[in-house]
């Protein structure tokens, strides 16, 4: 069974960064897309950016020029490269996966993922 574990979450001025990362456990990270979700008070879960098990990544327009994707399947953990951070990404941020995406597939719906990780909370505030 898949285990997810978010961290790197923080309080952050506007306009700072922070790096977010995923480690997984219980399934070999190489074969299966990584998906990054967030969700703020009163508000949707929303995708925000999708690597997929051959690498493919994708991004929210919200995210996209700001936030960098990446995984080192090594050491089983996906990273969110956030810059550029506005008070607007404030939410928490979740990690999650399904074993059905497999090759370049990696959608940004949280809908279509079944194992998610604890979540980890973005602050960004002056």
């Known amino acids: 069974q898949v285990q997810l574990v978010e961290s790197g979450g923080g309080l952050v001025q506007p306009g700072g960064s922070l790096r977010l990362s995923c480690a997984a456990a219980?399934?070999?990270?190489?074969?299966?897309?990584i998906g990054w979700f967030r969700q703020a008070p009163g508000k949707e879960r929303e995708g925000v950016s999708c690597?997929?098990?051959?690498?493919?990544?994708y991004y929210a327009d919200s995210a996209r020029g700001r936030f960098t994707i990446s995984r080192d399947n090594a050491k089983a953990t996906v990273y969110l490269q956030m810059n550029s951070l506005k008070p607007e990404d404030t939410a928490v941020y979740y990690c999650a996966t399904d074993a059905f995406w497999g090759g370049s597939a990696c959608p940004l719906q949280a809908t279509l993922f079944g194992s998610w990780g604890q979540g980890t909370q973005v602050t960004v505030s002056s």
């Open positions: 219980g399934v070999d990270l190489e074969d299966y897309a």
């Open positions: 690597i997929s098990s051959g690498g493919s990544t």
